[in-house]
């Protein structure tokens, strides 16, 4: 069983950063894929960013330059760093899991086995 709890949203102004946590448990390792969604009121679940485990992280083209996806194997963690919020980026954010240790389409919601409770981020202008 995997479990995936998020942390760290909250409320800032326009140009304020953001860490974002995402604490797993359970059939999850290095090799999963996992990556970052958010949906905005009225709008569709989005992915933000993903790893696949090896390379570097995928970034919509929306945040690219502004988050940083990171992962820590030792603690089951991962991290999105956001920086330069805009009024935009306002959502609730999920982390998410794939099962297995290979990354299928890391772009699709519907891919992902496990998903957190999400977290909210508000930005204001």
């Known amino acids: 069983q995997v479990q995936l709890v998020e942390s760290g949203g909250g409320s800032v102004q326009a140009g304020g950063s953001l860490r974002l946590s995402c604490a797993a448990s359970?059939?999850?390792?290095?090799?999963?894929?996992m990556g970052w969604f958010r949906q905005a009121p009225g709008k569709e679940r989005e992915v933000v960013a993903f790893s696949t485990g090896i390379g570097s992280p995928y970034y919509a083209d929306s945040v690219k330059g502004r988050f940083t996806l990171s992962r820590d194997n030792a603690k089951s963690t991962m991290y999105l760093q956001m920086s330069s919020l805009r009024p935009e980026d306002t959502a609730m954010y999920y982390c998410?899991?794939?099962?297995?240790?290979?990354?299928?389409?890391?772009?699709?919601?519907?891919?992902?086995?496990?998903w957190g409770q999400g977290t909210q981020v508000t930005v204001s202008p």
């Open positions: 359970g059939s999850i390792s290095s090799g999963n894929c």
């Open positions: 998410a899991a794939q099962a297995g240790n290979q990354c299928w389409n890391g772009l699709q919601a519907g891919r992902y086995s496990y």
